[in-house]
């Protein structure tokens, strides 16, 4: 059962109580005070919907009583009702512009003092309905913010910029929309420099120019750490003027080290695709300029769209690929130009797609660089090299020692080593048939992990190779720091000693040093006599490239060494 409302009758007159009371008893809990004052002491302790008041009383009044009510935030919203003798009607004016809600005069008509008293009561219910109403849809607007929205920048988050921007581009399909993903170029260098403030400063500087931008023409978020998106009409989207701002904006900072964002563009050519695919294919064109200081943003095109098509076909097929031995090494000799003989090989992984052919590793190995799925292909690669030098040792040959690529993605494998060497124990290999190919690349990367994968190499009696050395800018601090014991030159350098002094001038200086540093130095890449005959008179003998042989299958570089 509801418990009653509560009515508190104000007069000095007990009669006028006794009446007052007689009406409203069966439907209030009915509360009595002979003035003002000891109204208030009730007030102080109970709580009450609606007070009935006479103006003229002993010790505190009416109007007195009204003022205090008025000032007071815990009484000010109780409405009251005053009682008045008939004819004042200058104090019934007085009362209503103090704060009253109505008047009953004496003497009272039963019906309507119960009336005005219900109709004071029904229009206190429905501002309390009101307030009640705009307290929730606050609360409701609170949550829905809390939401939405991305909490450090005020921006929209990933989830609603997914619902916000399907719907503007639904709501209004004669408008071409693009959308631009973007990023802050080494963003975990700059907080590792400064601190979290820094960065959280740099992001909601950021986001504050997005939104000008953006305006109510458009949608801007904060996908997750320093990726935002934006989705504006083609025709308000001027990138030049974007990047120019947004660098301005970053130079206000004040922060020395450069701010750099780059950005994809990906105009929208079909409403159905669904948003996530809308930024991905953004975020892929922004990928295509990133660490370009020179280009700072990129379109999605046709080319792209290839690209990604390509993408998918390799991961599509990848896995079935292996399992149906589609995947295979080649062999290619590295020959010693003094003596014409083959010295060792590089083992290159191709795969023999049933319906397109012969794949070349550079279409697929980024690919599963990116998806991991190159760990798996490296294993098979290696595995596959033991198999042929066990078949060499097994038809009675001198073994010619293969080199294995390994991958940047395996020097962070701690059992990389391990898996190495029991690759040999399984084949019955010794160390130094199986030779270890190391990107610079990868040093740069992760310097100290290559360090610790470079020691327990060499502590197991692997012979490790540099491929690609001189590809990079830390290459001669590389050598400060790694005790390799093959250099393998970067092609290009090998390919310029024809026409440019100062290249043959630098491969000669290297080929120096690293006998200077005990190394053995391999020239990749070459394709004529000239500079074949250039690399033997600079002290490098060993040769990789056409000009002896093309990569080629096991079986046709078994026949090679037997024909030696």
Same mark, same amino acid.
């Given at each position: 059962m509801n418990e009653r409302s509560v009515m508190l009758i104000v007069d000095d007159v007990e009669i006028?109580?006794?009446?007052?009371?007689?009406?409203?008893?069966?439907?209030?809990?009915i509360l009595e005070a002979p003035n003002g004052k000891e109204a208030l002491d009730i007030l102080e302790t109970r709580n009450v919907d609606i007070i009935l008041l006479d103006l003229i009383m002993p010790v505190m009044g009416g109007m007195e009583l009204l003022a205090v009510l008025h000032k007071h935030p815990r009484f000010q919203e109780i409405p009251v009702v005053v009682t008045t003798s008939q004819g004042l009607l200058n104090s019934e004016i007085q009362a209503l512009e103090n704060g009253a809600a109505d008047f009953i005069t004496k003497p009272y008509n039963p019906i309507v003092v119960q009336c005005r008293v219900k109709n004071v009561m029904a229009r206190q219910e429905n501002e309390w309905r009101k307030e009640r109403q705009r307290l929730q849809a606050e609360k409701i607007s609170a949550m829905q913010t809390l939401i939405e929205t991305d909490q450090l920048t005020g921006l929209y988050n990933h989830q609603t910029m997914l619902v916000k921007t399907a719907e503007l581009i639904q709501e209004n399909r004669a408008t071409q929309y693009c959308i631009v993903y973007l990023d802050i170029s080494c963003f975990k260098v700059i907080n590792e420099l400064f601190n979290m403030e820094t960065g959280d400063m740099i992001l909601k500087t950021a986001a504050a120019y997005f939104k000008t931008v953006v305006g109510n023409r458009g949608v801007a978020a904060r996908l997750s750490a320093d990726h935002f998106a934006l989705c504006l009409p083609e025709n308000a989207l001027d990138m030049e003027l974007i990047i120019q701002g947004l660098d301005a904006v970053m130079r206000s900072l004040a922060v020395y080290r450069s701010i750099m964002f780059y950005a994809g563009v990906f105009t929208v050519d079909n409403v159905y695709l669904t948003v996530n695919k809308m930024l991905d294919r953004a975020h892929m064109a922004m990928n295509t300029v990133k660490g370009n200081y020179n280009r700072r943003f990129a379109y999605y095109d046709e080319q792209l769209r290839t690209a990604l098509m390509e993408e998918q076909m390799l991961v599509r097929d990848m896995e079935g690929a292996l399992d149906n031995n589609n995947f295979c090494i080649f062999l290619q000799p =590295?020959?010693?130009?003094?003596? &014409?003989?083959?010295?060792?090989?590089?083992?290159?992984?191709? #795969?023999?797609?049933?319906?397109?052919?012969?794949?070349?590793?550079?279409?697929? =190995?980024?690919?599963?660089?990116? &998806?991991?799925?190159?760990?798996?292909?490296?294993?098979?690669? #290696?595995?596959?090299?033991?198999r042929f030098l066990s078949r060499q040792r097994d038809n009675g040959m001198d073994v010619v020692p293969v080199s294995v690529n390994v991958s940047r993605v395996n020097m962070y494998d701690h059992n990389f080593v391990d898996y190495m060497t029991s690759l040999l124990a399984k084949y019955d290999l010794e160390p130094w048939m199986l030779r270890i190919e190391m990107t610079e690349s990868a040093y740069v990367d992760n310097p100290g992990q290559m360090l610790k994968i470079l020691r327990r190499l060499k502590n197991a009696g692997f012979t490790v190779l540099m491929d690609d050395f001189g590809s990079g800018y830390s290459s001669l601090n590389m050598l400060k720091n790694l005790t390799m014991d093959i250099l393998k030159l970067d092609m290009k350098f090998v390919q310029d000693i024809e026409t440019s002094q100062r290249a043959a001038t630098i491969m000669k200086s290297i080929v120096n040093m690293a006998h200077d540093l005990g190394m053995e130095i391999i020239a990749e890449g070459v394709e004529t006599e000239p500079q074949m005959e250039y690399l033997r008179a600079a002290g490098c003998s060993l040769i990789q490239g056409y000009y002896y042989a093309k990569p080629m299958s096991t079986d046709d570089f078994m026949e090679k060494l037997m024909a030696e």
């Amino acid at each position: 059962m509801n418990e009653r409302s509560v009515m508190l009758i104000v007069d000095d007159v007990e009669i006028n109580r006794a009446i007052l009371s007689q009406f409203f008893q069966s439907e209030y809990e009915i509360l009595e005070a002979p003035n003002g004052k000891e109204a208030l002491d009730i007030l102080e302790t109970r709580n009450v919907d609606i007070i009935l008041l006479d103006l003229i009383m002993p010790v505190m009044g009416g109007m007195e009583l009204l003022a205090v009510l008025h000032k007071h935030p815990r009484f000010q919203e109780i409405p009251v009702v005053v009682t008045t003798s008939q004819g004042l009607l200058n104090s019934e004016i007085q009362a209503l512009e103090n704060g009253a809600a109505d008047f009953i005069t004496k003497p009272y008509n039963p019906i309507v003092v119960q009336c005005r008293v219900k109709n004071v009561m029904a229009r206190q219910e429905n501002e309390w309905r009101k307030e009640r109403q705009r307290l929730q849809a606050e609360k409701i607007s609170a949550m829905q913010t809390l939401i939405e929205t991305d909490q450090l920048t005020g921006l929209y988050n990933h989830q609603t910029m997914l619902v916000k921007t399907a719907e503007l581009i639904q709501e209004n399909r004669a408008t071409q929309y693009c959308i631009v993903y973007l990023d802050i170029s080494c963003f975990k260098v700059i907080n590792e420099l400064f601190n979290m403030e820094t960065g959280d400063m740099i992001l909601k500087t950021a986001a504050a120019y997005f939104k000008t931008v953006v305006g109510n023409r458009g949608v801007a978020a904060r996908l997750s750490a320093d990726h935002f998106a934006l989705c504006l009409p083609e025709n308000a989207l001027d990138m030049e003027l974007i990047i120019q701002g947004l660098d301005a904006v970053m130079r206000s900072l004040a922060v020395y080290r450069s701010i750099m964002f780059y950005a994809g563009v990906f105009t929208v050519d079909n409403v159905y695709l669904t948003v996530n695919k809308m930024l991905d294919r953004a975020h892929m064109a922004m990928n295509t300029v990133k660490g370009n200081y020179n280009r700072r943003f990129a379109y999605y095109d046709e080319q792209l769209r290839t690209a990604l098509m390509e993408e998918q076909m390799l991961v599509r097929d990848m896995e079935g690929a292996l399992d149906n031995n589609n995947f295979c090494i080649f062999l290619q000799p =590295i020959y010693d130009s003094a003596t &014409n003989k083959i010295k060792s090989a590089e083992a290159l992984i191709r #795969w023999n797609h049933p319906q397109r052919g012969m794949i070349s590793p550079g279409v697929f =190995i980024p690919v599963f660089e990116k &998806n991991g799925f190159v760990t798996r292909l490296d294993r098979f690669a #290696w595995e596959s090299a033991c198999r042929f030098l066990s078949r060499q040792r097994d038809n009675g040959m001198d073994v010619v020692p293969v080199s294995v690529n390994v991958s940047r993605v395996n020097m962070y494998d701690h059992n990389f080593v391990d898996y190495m060497t029991s690759l040999l124990a399984k084949y019955d290999l010794e160390p130094w048939m199986l030779r270890i190919e190391m990107t610079e690349s990868a040093y740069v990367d992760n310097p100290g992990q290559m360090l610790k994968i470079l020691r327990r190499l060499k502590n197991a009696g692997f012979t490790v190779l540099m491929d690609d050395f001189g590809s990079g800018y830390s290459s001669l601090n590389m050598l400060k720091n790694l005790t390799m014991d093959i250099l393998k030159l970067d092609m290009k350098f090998v390919q310029d000693i024809e026409t440019s002094q100062r290249a043959a001038t630098i491969m000669k200086s290297i080929v120096n040093m690293a006998h200077d540093l005990g190394m053995e130095i391999i020239a990749e890449g070459v394709e004529t006599e000239p500079q074949m005959e250039y690399l033997r008179a600079a002290g490098c003998s060993l040769i990789q490239g056409y000009y002896y042989a093309k990569p080629m299958s096991t079986d046709d570089f078994m026949e090679k060494l037997m024909a030696e």
